[in-house]
């Protein structure tokens, strides 16, 4: 895997869909130390989870990961790409153009099944 892989939510969901443990599966692909998430896919996915287990599971397993922080420039970083992208005719959500912005900040990909994160110039993007 590629040095730091900030994950989108979706991958997480979609293990969770097809009934498997998104820890088990990341962790047999990737090390931890490997594994970034940002605040916007914590909030995606911990919202989404029905049982208490799973929730602590996975808020454990965010807990050691490398939280990439969003500060206020990160925010004005956000809104400058998607006015940029905007004006490219690229309306892409709100939420994926944060995380995109938290990877490029990190120096990482982002694994998504999102074809919205291929408009990103420059960001890096893998498939699950």
Sequence with gaps: MDPLILIDSNVYIGFLNAGLDPVREIGGRAALEDVACC?????????????????????????????????????????????KLDRQGKILPLQDIVIACCALRAGAAVMTRDKHFQAIPDLRVIEP
């Design 39 to 83: 605040g916007v896919v914590k909030a995606e996915v911990l919202r989404g989870i029905k049982g208490p287990r799973q929730r602590e599971r996975l808020e454990e397993f965010f807990s050691v990961t490398q939280m990439i922080a969003t500060p206020a420039s990160l925010w004005d970083e956000a809104w400058h790409l998607a006015w």
